[in-house]
Structures are given as C-alpha cells and as structure tokens.
C-alpha cells in the first residue's frame, strides 16, 4: 500500500484538512497520478535529492543563492564519528565521576540527582528512582561505541550496585522504555545474541535479565488494579499502586510497553509480561473513535474515558503508532501490522494539512483542528514512516526537512512551535533525540549524504552551544541559548548513539545480516526466531523496507532500488519555509562554494561523494556558529 501526499491546486484558509494522503495501486514508476477530484498526487520521479531542497526553498524565498555543497566528504565522518564518541564519553565518563550512582548528572555543578523530596515534582520524580538511571538507560550505547572493557565495567557496576527495591513512586511507561528495556538490551549484548559480537562477556550469567524480570515484576500492579486493562500512570517499586493515585495516562505510556514487556516473556519463559501489555495496547485501540479512527491523547485508566480528545503524531500518542509497526517487525504478530495500517490512514485523512505540511492536533471525533502548534517529539515521524514503507519517501523527505530548518534556525529544536505566528511557545529543548534518529534511518535508507550534513550541523551545535563543565546541558530557551542544570538520560542513550552511528559506517550494526530495531528509547534489540516463534512472516530489515503497494488485501512488499531518487514538490518547500520562519541557510563549508554557483547547475551526489579537496578540521569547519 502507497499514501501519496496530495497538493491542491488551490487552497481555502491554512488550519482545514486539505491534504490527506491518496491511496494508489501497483505503478510506482508513473511520475503522477490523479487522486480525487482530479488532484494529482506526487510521487518519487526525478533525482534533485534532499540536499538541493534547501537551494530552491532559498530560491523561492527570493534570497541571494548562498555557497552550498556537501560539507561531509569522506575525510570527514572518521572525524565526526570520533567527535561523537568524543561527545559520548564526556558525558558519559563525567556521570560516572560526578552522578553515579545516583540518576542523573547535573552538568553545570558537576553533582548528581536522584529522588526529588517534593512528591509533587513529577517532572523528576516520574523518571528518577536512586536506581542509577543514566547508566542502566546507557549499556547499549556503551557497547555500541566499541569498548569492550567500558561496556563489561558498566554491567558490573549495574550488578553490584542497581537495586529497584526502592520507596520510589515512578512512571510505568519511563522506567519501562529506560531501564527495562536498558537491561534487556544489555543483557543481550553480554550474553552474545546482538550483532555486537565482540561485546559478549564471559563471566555473565543473565544477571541483568533477572534484574529486569524483578523491574517488571514490580510494575505489574499497575496492570492488576485496573478494571479496563489500561495500566495506572504510576506504582511504587514497594507497594503498588498508591492510593488515592491519578489515574489519568496518556495514550503513548500506556500503549507503549508491548516491546519491552514481550521481550522479557521471551527471555523469561513468563507469558504475563507480554499478555498484559498486549492488553493494554488492545484496549486503547478499541476506544477510538469509531468513526475517525483517532485516538485521544489522555484516557483514565480505571473509567476508560477520554480526558484529552486531541489528537496528533507527537507527544501523548507517539511512541502508541511506533509500537505499532516494531512489534510487528519484532514478533510477527500480523495483527499490529493491521491496526499500524488502519491508524496511518486515519492520520493521511485527518492530520496531515496540505498547507503548512505538518501533522496537526486534531479533535479525536471531528477532526477538525485543536491547535496551531507542533512539537519536538514529532519528528520521529520522518523515520517511522520512512522505514515503515507505508507512504512516498517525499513525505517524510518534507517532514524532515520541516525540523531541520527548523533547528537551522535556533541550533536546537524548541519543545514547541506555532506555525501561524512562526515562534516557539515553548522554548526548552531537553536534548532529544528524535531528529537525530530521522536523520539516521534516512540515511540508512537513501545513502543521501545530505542526511550526514544534517547531523554533522547537529553535532556541532551540540558540542558548540551546549557543552556544560561536566556534560551537556538542557537549553532553558532556544532563543537565548541559555542552559539548565540537568543531562537527561536520554541524550546518552539516543541522541549521541543515533548521531554516532550515522557516521559509523563500518559497525557491526551496518554489516548484512545484522537486522535489529530500536526501542522508542533507542535501545537495540536484535530480530531473533526466539522473539517470533511460529509466527514470522519473511519480514525485511529495517535498513531496506520497501514500500508496500497495492490495496489493504495485498500486503506483500516490493523492494526499490538501492539508490533511492525523489523530487521535492516546489509547494512543499514553500510551505516548509514559511512555516517555521527560516530566511537562509548557513553550515557550509568555505571549500565547497563552487559547488552550487546558481540554482540551475546543481552539482550531482556523485560528483561530490568524487570530491578529496575538503581539508582537515575536525567536521565542524564551516558550521554557522
């Protein structure tokens, strides 16, 4: 099955439902088709590729065309991928000798913080449990970067000194995707079952399996108390689910939970983990509305009632439709895959807005729109629908872009943007991840080395703006560049992990046969028969998903040519631009201004991947600093 995006002609106000993705057939070779009412639909015909996008949005703003060309030769990812390591290890190294083992590193006063006092402070103490977060979230990624001895001496200080026996009221869904999923992975890596061969340790003996098996044990009252099957936001790690506890949750912590929970019953042999996510994630997905087959955003776990009817592809739901398609991928359990459909054709109708191109919040019944903003955790979307194959890479392609102008703007992403004013209403950014997760799996994807730009621009403004004394810090506000004292978990485990491996080409991960997925926390779980049983269907690595054509009765796939080419709607630019407020483009370097002296000569992909006049630095040259 192929969505295509639609463009209409002519459009009435921005904030109505003009979009919409058309549903084709078989003929992926055509260069376009009419959808409705005679709209034509646009499809991947012609080579101009993502990185000459910024050229003709620049083009379209009627702006002077600026020295554009590829930044990242060849010369330059080695330096880049020991920049990232580089960028890893400080603040890695610098949790260990300042933090460890309490939970988080506080950057700027290289101190560590654990359980907040204040039981009302959930901001903190949804995440922080004295159980050593930052290291538990980091094994994989440990492991990862290539250093045998830091991966066996990480595992040995999480069994020596990790307890979760702890009077810690917690999230269910942010200690499962962190530290469940943390020790799950770990435990695959030390035990030898991932592509990380050289990782194994010898002396392990499952420890950390059956450290996550008594985590999950402590999580499961929260399943056991609910009526509707739907688990409390919340337990203690000591006493269950407190009394008198909240019982509204949003749709994305309680539906996400189905990878890490089915992991642990396949390495424990205990089917109670798996049935009690399955549940969950069933017993959301019946409460849609019957009629947009949208998903509110904050449901009550005891009534079932929606609290929140918006609707949306970012925070509140995300990860909901990302579990969706992985546990198909991970399980073959064909029923995920079928909902993950049903649910990408109710956003095609009702999210996605043919201007400005982005997803909006909408009513759950009506879908009418609820708001004129997006936000950060959104732009996971560019790869999950990329790698899902379920809709024309220019989808995602224009997704993608949307945020990386948008980071082009503030050298970070802001927690919040509105795209009728074109500023930010909120204005942190935590160090998330999920650009730079985009930005790898289109990359892995296409071979753009437009995506390695990206994350070079990325890294660096990281390294630029954000680097603290001990580690790198929360931005307060995007528009002062102005940093918190806190290096949430997450940065460690996903951003630096995804921003590395973008430019390890040569890891283990990247070598065939090596088929694996990412948790919504970005921990790696390898693609195992012991995971699928009997009901593995022939499914296909992540790395070259196809895109599924035909109707919903014919789910088989076709493969697409390694070398990818797509065509950006000229409207679509515009769109992009005007939306988030972008007037130029900076980052490249000084020795590739010939490249692009004007915007009808492009230099070809090729040509430039041919190119060995770039020059040391260390990947950071030419960065708009």
Not at 589 to 599: F, G, I, L
Request: aromatic share 10%; hydrophobic share 40%; with cysteine.
């Amino acid at each position: 099955m192929v969505f295509r995006s639609r463009e209409r002609e002519r459009g009435g106000d921005v904030g109505q439902n003009k979009g919409g993705w058309a549903v084709c057939g078989n003929d992926s070779t055509e260069r376009k088709r009419k959808g409705r009412n005679g709209q034509v639909s646009a499809v991947i015909v012609s080579k101009k590729g993502r990185m000459w996008a910024l050229v003709v949005l620049l083009a379209l703003l009627e702006t002077p065309a600026p020295a554009i060309g590829l930044a990242v030769c060849p010369a330059h990812t080695t330096n880049l991928r020991r920049l990232a390591r580089k960028v890893f290890r400080f603040g890695y190294l610098s949790y260990i000798e300042h933090a460890f083992p309490l939970d988080e590193l506080d950057p700027i006063h290289c101190t560590g913080r654990g359980v907040d006092p204040d039981p009302t402070n959930i901001n903190v103490n949804d995440v922080l449990g004295n159980y050593s977060l930052t290291l538990v979230d980091s094994l994989d990624a440990v492991a990862i970067m290539g250093q045998p001895a830091d991966f066996e001496q990480a595992v040995r200080l999480v069994i020596d000194h990790v307890s979760f026996d702890q009077d810690s009221t917690v999230q269910v869904f942010e200690l499962t995707i962190r530290a469940l999923g943390g020790l799950l992975s770990g435990h695959l890596i030390a035990n030898g079952e991932s592509s990380l061969k050289g990782m194994k340790i010898a002396w392990y003996n499952d420890e950390l399996l059956w450290l996550a098996r008594d985590l999950g044990t402590r999580l499961l009252p929260a399943f056991d108390k609910s009526p509707t099957g739907i688990p409390h936001p919340r337990v203690n790690l000591r006493n269950g689910v407190p009394k008198g506890a909240r019982t509204d949750t949003c749709t994305a912590g309680a539906g996400s939970l189905v990878i890490e929970f089915g992991v642990l019953s396949r390495l424990t042999g205990d089917p109670t983990y798996e049935a009690v996510a399955k549940r969950a994630m069933l017993a959301i997905w019946d409460r849609r509305d019957p009629k947009t087959d949208l998903l509110g955003s904050t449901i009550d776990a005891v009534t079932g009632n929606w609290l929140d009817v918006t609707s949306g592809v970012g925070a509140g739901i995300d990860s909901y439709f990302e579990y969706l398609f992985k546990a198909y991928v991970l399980f073959g359990d064909r029923q995920f895959y079928q909902i993950f459909i049903q649910a990408m054709q109710a956003v095609g109708r009702k999210m996605w807005l043919g201007v400005p191109q982005v997803f909006g919040n909408v009513d759950m019944h009506s879908g009418n729109i609820s708001n004129n903003w997006f936000d950060s955790l959104q732009a996971y979307i560019p790869g999950l629908l990329a790698y899902s194959g379920v809709v024309d890479l220019n989808i995602p392609m224009s997704q993608h872009a949307l945020y990386y102008s948008l980071w082009t703007r503030f050298h970070a992403l802001p927690e919040r943007f509105d795209w009728r004013t074109k500023t930010p209403t909120v204005e942190f950014y935590p160090l998330r991840p999920e650009l730079a997760e985009s930005t790898y799996h289109l990359f892995r994807i296409t071979k753009d080395p437009f995506y390695l730009e990206v994350g070079r621009h990325m890294l660096c403004d990281i390294e630029h703006y954000m680097k603290a004394p001990c580690g790198y810090g929360t931005v307060h506000s995007v528009t002062k560049l102005d940093l918190e004292d806190r290096m949430e978990s997450f940065f460690l485990s996903e951003t630096v992990k995804y921003l590395y491996l973008l430019f390890d080409e040569d890891n283990a991960l990247h070598k065939p046969g090596a088929d694996h997925i990412f948790t919504t926390q970005g921990h790696l779980l390898p693609l195992s028969a012991a995971f699928r049983g009997d009901r593995f269907e022939n499914l296909p690595s992540l790395e070259t998903k196809p895109n599924h054509t035909g109707s919903t009765r014919n789910l088989k796939c076709q493969r697409r040519e390694r070398r990818l080419e797509f065509f950006h709607p000229v409207r679509t630019l515009k769109a992009i631009a005007s939306t988030v407020g972008v007037d130029h483009i900076v980052s490249y370097p000084k020795d590739a201004k010939e490249v692009a002296r004007d915007n009808d000569a492009l230099t070809t992909h090729a040509e430039i991947r041919e190119r060995d006049d770039c020059g040391e630095d260390d990947g950071c040259d030419g960065v708009d600093a």
